[in-house]
């Protein structure tokens, strides 16, 4: 059942990739592709993050731990759109002048904001196989609560995209905020239980 | 990866061929057009059909504004066709009606580019009437039959960069701004003229966006100088036909040396002023967008370089980049408004 549940999840995470590999063969990208999939590949990598933090509480409040089992696929999943986000950008949209890239991740701000978050996911992603876990010990749990970190710096990221109207930053922002809102709680809700008991 | 082996035929080479074709359709469709307007008692001039021979560029048959008043048709009948030389003209592959139609930034219908199209049906922009304010000898609220009267309607090829690094090659239908702003007699005293969009709330849902960061109406402005050279068009129609409501029906500004954005859609109100306009992306990020918005390879915008264009339409895997012109390529025309003005400071 386990086994089963975990392909079905990696079935569908994938479905987004799969449309836009076939909008890419039907050329149903509109005149300018390469900008519409930096579009496409930045929200489906901010919706897989807000996904991956939203398995814990999900696990808390319906006692499920079949929702803590998809974390870490559901994470190298964010890091996987992030990544193709980052390709599309550098090659599409720069074209792999190496020399502007540099440039490009200094002088824009909300290129620096997001190429932070994507060294974070990242090292994440590296450090997420069972033998760095043990390997790392007390310090994976600390490097890995870096994920609040991404997240905030993502929807930094597209609120400084976006022009006129801030709607999709908003939705992503309050969707952050309540999670992380969440762990706030829950950890001092734990601490003060632990007072009342010692 | 996937790559796609390239074509014989540049898709570049292409597209004039469809325009080609586009223009063969039309005309059929035309014919069918006008029989069947003289069946509804309507009598458009034979010069509709040597018309369409003549434009360089013709839209498909599908119209985008159906059946506007009798008035606007006879306008349309007779448009004089763009020169064959620059700076009315440019010889580079137009952008395909489908994508100039498709492709827009027009916050009040929406934030994504295919939003305008698609949100835009309920607009109306006729009848239509624009107000005339400030330092003028004629003001007042004027129908836009009676501004458009005395002006003979022309074709002319720009291109149009907008400042998000894409660029486009557009052919105009309209009528050089000196003109309009000549019959209202301005005063001595207006130095810059202010321009306004519409404000529909029923018909153009961005409008409604409970998180836009703009207050509407859209405004933007020029110099008298800028407003007055003969490149400033107001644009009422593109590829031979009236201008759909996604690119700023019924009458917009075509500023093709500036950034896109100073080319305001639908306009409702032209003032005109002794001291510089506010103007909408100025007040938002003063930092991002300066009054002037003169197109400038060297002058970055904090979140897109200026030295390289995306031409649209683009395909995946053949990257176009060309290179972006002071001026957009009008130098000759606009520079010597701006001697001795540091363009870095004032962007």
Request: hydrophobic content about 45%.
């Amino acid at each position: 059942m386990a086994k089963l549940i975990k392909s079905l999840v990696f079935v569908l995470a994938l479905v987004p990739l799969v449309l836009l590999v076939l909008r890419i063969l039907r050329n149903d990208l509109g005149p300018d592709p390469a900008e519409e999939l930096a579009i496409e590949t930045g929200e489906w990598s901010i919706r897989f993050l807000i996904l991956t933090l939203a398995l814990t509480p999900l696990r808390r409040i319906s006692k499920q731990v079949e929702f803590a089992r998809q974390r870490r696929m559901l994470g190298l999943f964010t890091l996987f759109y992030a990544s193709v986000h980052f390709m599309v950008w550098l090659s599409f949209l720069l074209g792999f002048r190496w020399f502007d890239i540099v440039e490009e991740i200094i002088q824009r701000p909300y290129i620096t904001i997001g190429f932070s978050a994507y060294l974070i996911l990242l090292a994440l992603g590296i450090t997420s196989p069972k033998a760095m876990v043990r390997k790392l010990g007390k310090n994976w749990k600390r490097l890995h609560q870096l994920i609040y970190v991404a997240s905030v710096l993502a929807v930094i990221h597209l609120l400084w995209i976006l022009r006129l109207d801030i709607g999709p930053a908003v939705f992503y922002g309050a969707l952050v905020a309540i999670l992380l809102g969440y762990r706030f709680f829950y950890f001092l809700k734990a601490r003060n239980s632990l007072h009342r008991h010692s | 990866m996937l790559i796609k082996k390239p074509a014989d035929i540049k898709s570049s080479e292409i597209t004039p061929e469809r325009v080609y074709r586009n223009r063969r359709e039309f005309m059929a469709d035309g014919t069918r057009l006008m029989l069947g307007a003289a069946a509804a008692g309507v009598l458009p001039s034979i010069a509709n059909a040597q018309n369409g021979d003549s434009l360089k560029a013709r839209a498909p048959a599908a119209m985008s504004r159906s059946a506007p008043a009798p008035w606007w048709q006879e306008k349309f009948a007779d448009i004089k066709p763009a020169p064959d030389s620059e700076p009315f003209y440019t010889g580079e592959t137009l952008t395909p009606f489908e994508d100039v139609t498709k492709y827009n930034n027009f916050y009040e219908f929406g934030m994504d580019k295919s939003d305008p199209s698609a949100n835009s049906g309920e607009f109306k922009a006729d009848p239509w009437s624009v107000e005339i304010t400030g330092e003028v000898a004629k003001p007042g609220s004027y129908h836009l039959e009676d501004i458009l009267k005395p002006h003979a309607l022309e074709e002319r090829i720009y291109r149009l960069r907008c400042v998000e690094a894409w660029s486009m090659v557009i052919p105009w239908i309209g009528f050089p701004l000196a003109s309009l702003i000549k019959q209202f007699e301005p005063t001595s005293k207006a130095k810059y003229v202010e321009f306004e969009t519409v404000v529909d709330a029923d018909a153009m849902p961005g409008i409604r966006s409970r998180f836009a960061i703009v207050r509407w109406p859209y405004r933007e402005g020029l110099r008298m100088d800028e407003a007055m050279n003969p490149l400033t068009f107001m644009a009422v129609g593109l590829y031979g036909n009236y201008i759909p409501p996604q690119n700023g029906a019924p009458m917009r500004l075509v500023v093709p040396w500036k950034y896109g954005f100073k080319s305001i859609k639908s306009i409702v109100k032209i003032n005109f002023r002794e001291t510089m306009p506010n103007t909408t992306w100025n007040d938002l990020q003063a930092n991002e967008y300066g009054f002037f918005a003169n197109v400038n390879p060297a002058v970055h915008h904090p979140r897109w370089r200026q030295d390289k264009e995306r031409r649209l339409p683009q395909t995946l895997f053949s990257r176009q980049y060309t290179d972006t012109r002071l001026f957009n390529g009008y130098g000759d025309q606009v520079a010597s408004m701006y001697e001795g003005m540091d363009l870095a400071r004032n962007f």
